[in-house]
């Protein structure tokens, strides 16, 4: 699926959207630029499950929790994961199973991953500012 949003309220509905379809154990990977909103989308998909805490980039913590009404949220960012040995030294296959997990820079850690995911990849529009195309695999969001 491919959705063009021109600002980041479209990002975070196009988030809400996808958020409304899952059961809550699933792996959500991100793909994209610095920049590229993977942080705001996952805040779309934290506002749909009424999360307490405002959403930020995991980048200097590798790990965020959020509690949501309904299940956790758990929001790596995997930029400076670079094996299996980084990889579990986060606790990361501790959360598999006990809620949402996202992931930002998620090709770092590609091949550590379970088949069944669902990847958003986000691309700048390097014409419009805030214009972004964002494709999404593995779930069926309309």
Same mark, same amino acid.
């Given at each position: 699926m491919k959705v063009i949003t021109k600002n980041t309220h479209e990002?975070?509905?196009l988030a809400h959207k996808l958020a409304s379809k899952l059961?809550?154990?699933e792996i959500i990977v991100f793909y994209g630029d610095l920049g590229a909103g993977k942080t705001t989308f996952t805040k779309g998909i934290a506002?749909?499950?009424r999360t307490k805490e405002d959403v930020s980039s995991p980048t200097y913590a590798i790990a965020h929790e959020y509690e949501g009404d309904k299940l956790k949220i758990y929001h790596f960012d995997m930029y400076r994961i670079t094996s299996y040995e980084d990889l &579990?030294?986060?606790g990361f296959f501790d959360y598999m199973g006990k809620g949402l997990i996202i992931i930002e820079w998620s090709e770092n850690i590609e091949k550590f991953l379970p088949e069944k995911i669902v990847k958003v990849r986000i691309d700048k529009d390097p014409?419009? &500012?805030t214009r972004r195309t964002i494709y999404i695999e593995g779930i069926e969001v309309q």
């Open positions: 990002t975070e509905e059961r809550g154990d506002k749909y499950f &579990e030294s986060t014409e419009a &500012e």
